[in-house]
């Protein structure tokens, strides 16, 4: 079986930072594209950040130049760095990567359980 486990999440006020971690683990062959999305409620879920393999990002305009996803593969693991916090940014955080098992055909897609990020004003 494949996990994927966030921390980091918490509240902080407007202009502070946090940073976010997943971990995967598991029967792991290879991890392809890893994310962060987010929901807040009443919001369908929406992306935040991918980083490839390789290193290659890409961000939600909202996040763009406050955020940063780095990954290191010899870990299995990604993270999101979130700086100038905005109320806005309150939501549940969701960890997602797309995952070669262990003798699968194909990869899957995986998601972890979620984070909650609370910003105050």
């Known amino acids: 079986q494949v996990q994927l486990v966030e921390s980091g999440g918490g509240l902080v006020q407007a202009g502070g930072s946090l940073r976010l971690s997943c971990a995967a683990s598991g029967s792991i062959f290879s991890i392809n594209a890893m994310g962060w999305y987010r929901q807040a409620p009443g919001k369908q879920r929406e992306l935040v950040a991918t980083i490839t393999r390789g290193g290659s990002t890409n961000y939600a305009d909202s996040v763009k130049g406050r955020f940063t996803i780095s990954r290191d593969n010899a870990k299995k693991m990604v993270y999101l760095q979130m700086s100038s916090l905005r109320p806005e940014d309150t939501a549940v955080y969701y960890c997602?990567?797309?995952?070669?098992?262990?003798?699968?055909?194909?990869?899957?897609?995986?998601w972890g359980q979620g984070t909650q990020v609370t910003v105050s004003s």
């Open positions: 997602n990567a797309d995952i070669w098992r262990r003798g699968a055909p194909i990869s899957s897609d995986y």
